[in-house]
């Protein structure tokens, strides 16, 4: 089984940063791939980035050339690197983990847009 912990979020103003991290303890060479999720209140929950063992990464269109999916492998940890933060962006972000045979979810981190 894998554990993820998320953490950074926070309030921010329209146009500054945040870096979210997703730190993986458990069997973690089983994962595949790692994924960032965000949830608005009423909206269905979306993929926002995720990144392969193979390296392959994928970013949904909205946040395309404003965030950044990092692996480092030190770490066991993902991270999502968020600029130019738009109130369409705010939504509590999940980081998932996927293997052959099962799929973890985070608890989930809180990221607040508002001038």
């Known amino acids: 089984q894998v554990q993820l912990a998320e953490s950074g979020g926070g309030l921010v103003r329209p146009g500054e940063s945040l870096r979210l991290s997703c730190a993986a303890s458990?069997?973690?060479?089983?994962?595949?791939?790692v994924g960032w999720y965000r949830q608005a209140p009423g909206k269905a929950r979306e993929l926002v980035a995720s990144?392969?063992?193979?390296?392959?990464?994928k970013y949904l269109d909205s946040v395309q050339g404003r965030f950044t999916i990092v692996r480092d492998s030190s770490k066991n940890t993902v991270y999502l690197q968020m600029n130019s933060l738009q109130s369409e962006d705010a939504a509590v972000y999940y980081c998932?983990?996927?293997?052959?045979?099962?799929?973890?979810w985070g608890q989930g981190t809180q990221v607040t847009v508002s001038s």
């Open positions: 998932n983990a996927v293997g052959g045979s099962f799929l973890s």
């Open positions: 458990g069997n973690i060479f089983s994962i595949d791939g």
């Open positions: 990144i392969a063992n193979n390296g392959n990464i």
